[in-house]
């Protein structure tokens, strides 16, 4: 029996990560979250073992989705997006794929970094190693510093709960900008721009497509695997990402250009035939529920 605390998102569609694709949903709230699935699959990862962590600390945000995949609609278990920062900190590299393992020992540095720069400069000790600091007597900054962050805390509330306030302001802020002499050269400039940028969505796929694409490679990776027993499911979707990726010349499918899109989806039906001497449904109505 499924849960109740399932939720049904507003929209779904897949993302590029790590040279594979992870499916992002977005919840009534308006809050995105990733599979939980997905981002193991890229990562090389035992998605049962980073469930445990994840649903083990307090700060990390999980919630089930239905999530439609084709014609199936399947139950799966999704990380804040604005979690996903911390968890990536606290995983340990895959051992057993040498490409994943240094792409994210690469964000955890970097994520590393970024923390160590925050504290410096909430503290006000150098942004650098601490042999730099001569006098141990500096240290007597950091209390004071982590203290202030009450202050900061309390701050930041206030800040919210005036934020229909601070909307107003900007609404007639805007008003006046719009009536200042030589706005509309502005507005024409913007214009031209947006112009240019539907233009460039327009060369893209749309998200049905998108998700089409995704349906596909997955279905494909899931063939594989069941055809292989030396190939975990992960490897094997990586493999056919890979595999698509090649032959259409792009480093990540959403590079794709619309107008390849039927190419696209008989590439994949045709490889999924000679794998299984089965048809592979396209789809491409995909909805959400």
Same mark, same amino acid.
């Given at each position: 029996m499924e849960p109740s605390n399932v939720q049904t998102p507003t929209e779904q569609l897949p993302i590029t990560l790590f040279d594979g694709a992870v499916l992002a949903a977005r919840a009534a709230n308006g809050h995105i979250y990733l599979v939980v699935r997905d981002l193991c699959t890229v990562l090389s990862l035992v998605s049962s073992s980073q469930l445990r962590a994840i649903r083990a600390d307090e700060r990390?945000?999980?919630?089930?989705?239905?999530?439609?995949?084709?014609?199936?609609?399947?139950?799966?278990?999704?990380?804040?997006?604005?979690?996903?920062?911390?968890?990536?900190?606290?995983?340990?590299?895959?051992?057993?794929?040498?490409?994943?393992?240094?792409?994210?020992?690469?964000?955890?540095?970097?994520?590393?970094?970024?923390? +160590?720069?925050?504290?410096?400069?909430?503290?006000?000790?150098?942004?650098?190693p601490s042999n730099q600091i001569e006098d141990l007597q500096e240290l007597d900054i950091i209390d004071?510093?982590?203290?202030?962050?009450?202050?900061?805390?309390?701050? &930041?509330?206030?800040?919210?709960?005036? &934020?229909?306030?601070?909307?107003?302001?900007?609404?007639?802020?805007?008003?006046?900008?719009?009536?200042?002499?030589?706005?509309?050269?502005?507005?024409?400039?913007?214009?031209?721009?947006?112009?240019?940028?539907?233009?460039?969505?327009?060369?893209?796929?749309?998200?049905?497509? +998108?998700?089409?694409?995704?349906?596909?490679?997955?279905?494909?990776?899931?063939?594989?695997?069941?055809?292989?027993? &030396?190939?975990?499911?992960?490897?094997?979707i990586r493999k056919c990402w890979a595999e698509f990726n090649a032959r259409f010349g792009i480093a990540t499918y959403t590079d794709l250009p619309a107008d390849r899109f039927t190419e696209a989806v008989q590439f994949v039906q045709n490889q999924y035939r000679a794998l299984t001497g089965m048809e592979l449904e396209a789809g491409t109505q995909e909805r959400l529920l």
């Open positions: 990390l945000h999980l919630a089930a989705f239905r999530l439609r995949i084709g014609n199936q609609v399947r139950t799966q278990d999704c990380l804040l997006l604005d979690d996903i920062p911390l968890w990536l900190v606290k995983v340990r590299p895959p051992r057993g794929n040498t490409d994943a393992a240094e792409r994210l020992r690469y964000v955890q540095n970097y994520l590393i970094a970024s923390v +160590r720069s925050a504290f410096a400069a909430l503290t006000g000790l150098p942004d650098a004071p510093s982590l203290q202030a962050l009450r202050s900061l805390a309390e701050r &930041q509330t206030h800040i919210e709960a005036s &934020q229909d306030q601070a909307r107003e302001v900007w609404r007639d802020l805007a008003a006046q900008i719009r009536d200042l002499q030589g706005v509309l050269p502005l507005v024409e400039e913007l214009r031209t721009r947006m112009q240019e940028v539907e233009r460039q969505i327009g060369m893209r796929m749309s998200p049905a497509q +998108r998700n089409t694409i995704y349906r596909l490679v997955q279905a494909y990776g899931e063939a594989h695997a069941a055809r292989n027993s &030396q190939l975990k499911l992960g490897s094997a």
